[in-house]
């Protein structure tokens, strides 16, 4: 079959852009089948899709979300729901979508809210019908809340729940294991020497805290080691907090030795209340943190953190939103994993 030839250069079809029937009309198939390769369908010969995609490529077609919204019902359109107080683990979650999401035609919205507020569920159900969303990506806190999710599966919109630990069915879970995470960073530091241990949490609103926290405790028994309830404090995963619990903790007497806080951005308020307590990271006091956002490798010294892949599962999260097979990938990448930087080292001699 001969190649198919685009609309010469000068006519009306060169002017405007592509639709789908000039699809169909150029590589001989129906507008159906067209169709059906724009929204990734196993339902087509390979062969078939091969001179499609071809004709796609060549005419540099885009699908229209808004006509496509009309013709199927709903728009083309995913959300991300959070309510996390961590700026960079929404961008990051956001990069993840917008690469799953790259030429599916689909486009992203965003909706911050709030668990604590009356009209948390009013606010949720008007979103995702006013949007008309062909499905959401929920986010910790709101993942963990199962009234969103029955809220999602009541008014028919699909939806995946990011959470530390499994809540639903496989189809609607994408699970980041934070418990190894908290079990790497007590290893690292009993490895180190560590006895005197102390644990910044996040806010127990979040599952996340709750499993970092078990993981870590877990791994120090195993060591003969553990969590001193004068040293285990509660922040809100907010720098500010992290300075707040810091100079708490340093305080003491005696003092820890090593400070596990539950995200990178309260690791980053110890480290200043140690500068400003006048002590030394890591020769007076060691420092990690959780998360591994740009901000671990920009601190000084450098922060030793439990690497989790946002990114990586924002780009997983949204791929089974859609359908789509995952690609393969190893799924240890998208487990916690230890970063050592210079932010901890063996104990002081006391």
């Given amino acids: 079959m001969s190649k198919p030839r685009a609309p010469e250069d000068g006519g009306v079809e060169s002017r405007r852009r592509p639709t789908i029937n000039d699809i169909a009309r150029l590589a001989g198939v129906s507008k159906k089948t067209v169709s059906r390769v724009i929204n990734a369908s196993p339902f087509v010969r390979a062969d078939t899709r091969e001179r ?10 885009a699908p229209d979300p808004q006509a496509r919204g009309l013709a199927y019902g ?8 959070y309510d996390n107080p961590n700026p960079q683990y929404v961008v990051n979650m956001q990069l993840g979508l917008l690469d799953g999401m790259k030429g599916s035609g689909f486009e992203l919205v965003v909706h911050p809210c709030d668990r604590a507020s009356p009209t948390f569920l009013d606010d949720l159900r008007s979103f995702v019908e006013r949007q008309r969303l062909f499905g959401v990506v929920l986010t910790p806190s709101v ?23 499994s809540l639903d069915r496989p189809e609607h879970m994408i699970e ?21 241990i102390a644990f910044v949490s996040g806010p127990p609103t979040f599952r996340s805290s709750h499993e970092r926290r078990s993981g870590f405790e877990e791994a120090l028994e195993e060591r003969g080691l553990h969590l001193a309830k004068a040293y285990a404090v509660e922040g809100a995963y907010t720098y500010e907090s992290g300075i707040a619990r810091g100079r708490e903790l340093l ?9 596990f806080a539950g995200n ?27 998360d591994d956002f740009q ?19 924002g780009r997983l999260a949204v791929e089974r939103l859609m ?12 487990l916690p994993s230890l970063v050592v930087r210079d932010s901890t080292g063996a104990p002081p001699n006391d």
């Avoid at 009234?147 to 699909?158: K, P, S, T, V």
């Avoid at 934070?178 to 560590?194: C, F, Q, S, V, Y």
């Avoid at 990178?264 to 959780?290: K, N, T, W, Y």
């Fill in 52 to 61: 499609i995609e071809a004709v796609i490529a060549e005419l540099g077609y």
């Fill in 143 to 165: 993942s963990e809340d199962e009234r969103a999710a029955a809220l999602m599966a009541e008014i028919g919109c699909a939806y995946v729940r990011v959470a530390s630990v």
């Fill in 74 to 81: 709903r728009a083309f359109l995913i959300g991300l729901v």
């Fill in 251 to 259: 305080a003491m007497s005696p003092r820890p030795t090593a400070i």
């Fill in 295 to 313: 901000i671990a490798s920009r601190l000084w010294p450098t922060l030793t953190t439990v690497r989790t892949p946002t990114r990586e599962i």
């Fill in 176 to 196: 980041t294991r934070d418990r190894l995470g908290g079990r790497e960073a007590a290893a690292h530091l009993a490895e180190l020497g560590h006895t005197r």
């Fill in 264 to 290: 990178d951005e309260m690791a980053a308020g110890v480290l200043q209340a140690a500068r400003q307590a006048g002590l030394r990271v890591p020769e007076d006091v060691s420092v990690i943190g959780f």
């Fill in 323 to 334: 359908g789509r097979e995952d690609d393969g990938r190893d799924p240890k990448s998208r």
